[in-house]
């Protein structure tokens, strides 16, 4: 694929990702070492320059969160790698984890230097036992090797909660407890595991480490959208020819990822939809296919990157329907801590299947959007603060639909 630009994805078919030689033999470990002679404000400072912002999703400058951990004064500090990837269409942190296990390693082995930890945990979703197994055997490789010093690293599975991928209800898992959102502040790189300075990125952002420590931020920062350098990495569901993944610069357009490198809708079927970054993304019309996938120039438009998700729909979908079996997922998800959330996104399934049921009214419409507002700026965590947006963009874009089956 031309258009395609691999710096996560970059070993990927080329080594053995149980061979550990096989990662070194082309370059791997090269930018640990490297990192460990650069002072920690430097690197931090290097990575900061780069531009890398987060890829779970929230888009947060790594390089700043990285210097919050190590501005914290502690005499014990976490890296936890968030592997949870529950959002229903991803698989990008699987292929990197399967197929280049110690990009990641190295990614959190230089960040543990950045800020001073010795401890790494990688926090990956129950359904990939096997992934664990890839992960424990590159682990216990990099340890044999004496790559990664006093840094050791420990897997953690999950077990099947979409919510325990929110950070703060993540490092509750961890810590043995129910896996609910913690009220913030303090954030994670204040107090975070065991109330300990912690780092918490995403597998794609640890990827990225390596080459930026080894190319230099300045070669990062300049590819892509200058607000989001470097590439993203996505993963194609839905109507589309091509159900599969690529790793594209982030100015690079929804268009072109759907037409050039998707292949375009099966069939005579036209484009109805697309929605991005997992279940909790918005709607998106054709109008607005030209938008880069660069986080700002996507929020602009009242959407998310998120994950990365790429869900097609043809105009022989029922947004309806699709967007009732969402706001089912959501109230099955939420974890119940917080009143906004449970009650909302309980109420917001009811009012779906309700209008789904053909006996909507136009009351009902207006209840979703003031419920979804509501639900917006009062939830907890980003699960019920996002948990509207479906509901809401297609209320916007896709009113057709809803009118449609009202009484
Ligand atoms: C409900 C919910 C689910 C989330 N799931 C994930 C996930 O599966 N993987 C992930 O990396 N981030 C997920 N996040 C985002 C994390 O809270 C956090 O922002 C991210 O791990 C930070 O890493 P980054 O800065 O490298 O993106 C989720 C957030 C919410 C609110």
Same mark, same amino acid.
Request: aromatic share 8%; hydrophobic share 40%.
């Given at each position: 694929m031309?258009?395609?630009?691999?710096?996560v994805?970059?070993?990927?078919?080329k080594?053995?990702?149980l061979?550990?030689d096989?990662?070194i033999?082309?370059?791997?470990y090269?930018?640990?070492?490297?990192a460990r002679?650069?002072?920690?404000?430097?690197?931090?400072?290097?990575?900061k320059?780069?531009?890398l912002?987060?890829?779970?999703?929230?888009?947060f400058?790594?390089g700043?969160?990285?210097?919050?951990a190590?501005?914290?004064?502690a005499e014990?500090?976490?890296?936890v790698?968030?592997?949870d990837?529950?959002e229903?269409?991803?698989?990008?942190?699987?292929?990197?984890?399967?197929?280049?296990?110690?990009?990641?390693?190295?990614g959190?082995?230089?960040?543990?230097?950045a800020i001073?930890?010795?401890?790494?945990?990688i926090y990956?979703?129950g359904?990939?036992?096997?992934?664990?197994?890839?992960?424990?055997?590159?682990i216990a490789?990099?340890k044999?090797?004496?790559v990664?010093?006093?840094?050791?690293i420990?897997?953690?599975?999950?077990?099947g909660?979409y919510?325990?991928?929110e $950070? !703060?209800?993540?490092i509750?898992?961890?810590?043995?407890k129910? +896996?609910?959102?913690? *009220?913030k502040?303090?954030?994670? @790189? /204040?107090?975070?595991?065991?109330?300990?300075?912690?780092?918490v990125?995403?597998? $794609? !952002?640890f990827?990225?480490?390596?080459?930026?420590v080894d190319k +230099?931020?300045e070669? *990062?920062?300049?590819?892509?959208? @200058? /607000?989001y350098?470097?590439?993203?990495?996505?993963?194609?569901?839905?109507?589309?020819?091509?159900?599969?993944?690529?790793?594209?610069?982030?100015?690079?357009?929804?268009?072109e990822?759907?037409y050039?490198?998707?292949?375009g809708?099966?069939?005579?079927?036209?484009?109805?939809a697309?929605?991005?970054?997992?279940?909790?993304?918005?709607?998106i019309?054709?109008?607005?296919?030209d938008?880069?996938?660069?986080?700002?120039?996507?929020?602009?438009?009242?959407?998310?990157?998120?994950?990365?998700?790429v869900?097609v729909?043809d105009?022989s979908?029922?947004?309806?329907d699709?967007?009732?079996r969402?706001?089912?997922?959501?109230?099955?998800?939420?974890?119940g801590k917080?009143?906004?959330?449970?009650?909302?996104?309980?109420r917001t399934?009811?009012?779906?299947?309700?209008?789904?049921?053909?006996?909507?009214a136009?009351d009902?419409?207006?209840?979703?959007?003031k419920?979804?507002?509501?639900?917006?700026?009062?939830?907890?965590c980003?699960?019920?603060q996002?948990a509207?947006?479906?509901?809401?963009?297609?209320?916007?874009?896709?009113?057709?639909?809803?009118?449609?089956?009202?009484l």
């Amino acid at each position: 694929m031309a258009e395609e630009l691999r710096i996560v994805l970059r070993n990927y078919g080329k080594i053995d990702p149980l061979n550990i030689d096989s990662y070194i033999a082309l370059g791997g470990y090269k930018a640990l070492e490297k990192a460990r002679g650069m002072d920690q404000k430097g690197l931090i400072e290097e990575i900061k320059q780069s531009g890398l912002r987060g890829r779970g999703g929230a888009g947060f400058n790594c390089g700043q969160k990285w210097q919050f951990a190590y501005m914290a004064p502690a005499e014990q500090k976490y890296v936890v790698c968030n592997a949870d990837e529950g959002e229903p269409g991803t698989y990008k942190d699987r292929l990197i984890m399967q197929n280049d296990p110690q990009s990641l390693i190295e990614g959190m082995a230089i960040c543990g230097y950045a800020i001073g930890a010795n401890q790494g945990y990688i926090y990956c979703r129950g359904e990939y036992p096997y992934v664990v197994e890839v992960l424990n055997q590159a682990i216990a490789q990099a340890k044999d090797k004496g790559v990664l010093g006093d840094f050791d690293i420990e897997v953690r599975m999950g077990a099947g909660a979409y919510v325990c991928g929110e $950070e !703060t209800a993540l490092i509750e898992s961890i810590e043995g407890k129910r +896996g609910e959102p913690r *009220f913030k502040p303090p954030f994670p @790189p /204040a107090q975070g595991l065991w109330q300990k300075p912690t780092i918490v990125n995403n597998v $794609e !952002t640890f990827a990225n480490i390596p080459v930026i420590v080894d190319k +230099g931020a300045e070669w *990062f920062a300049a590819i892509g959208a @200058p /607000a989001y350098p470097g590439t993203k990495v996505f993963t194609l569901t839905g109507d589309i020819n091509n159900k599969t993944f690529f790793e594209v610069p982030t100015n690079t357009t929804i268009r072109e990822i759907i037409y050039k490198l998707g292949g375009g809708i099966p069939g005579d079927r036209k484009f109805k939809a697309v929605q991005i970054g997992g279940t909790s993304g918005a709607f998106i019309p054709e109008a607005q296919l030209d938008t880069p996938v660069a986080f700002d120039a996507m929020a602009a438009i009242g959407a998310t990157l998120g994950s990365g998700a790429v869900f097609v729909l043809d105009d022989s979908r029922d947004i309806v329907d699709v967007v009732t079996r969402i706001a089912g997922f959501f109230e099955h998800e939420s974890c119940g801590k917080c009143a906004p959330c449970r009650e909302g996104t309980m109420r917001t399934a009811a009012l779906m299947e309700k209008i789904e049921a053909g006996e909507g009214a136009n009351d009902d419409i207006a209840l979703l959007e003031k419920l979804g507002r509501v639900m917006s700026y009062s939830c907890l965590c980003g699960l019920g603060q996002a948990a509207p947006t479906p509901v809401l963009s297609t209320i916007k874009h896709f009113k057709a639909d809803y009118n449609a089956k009202l009484l």
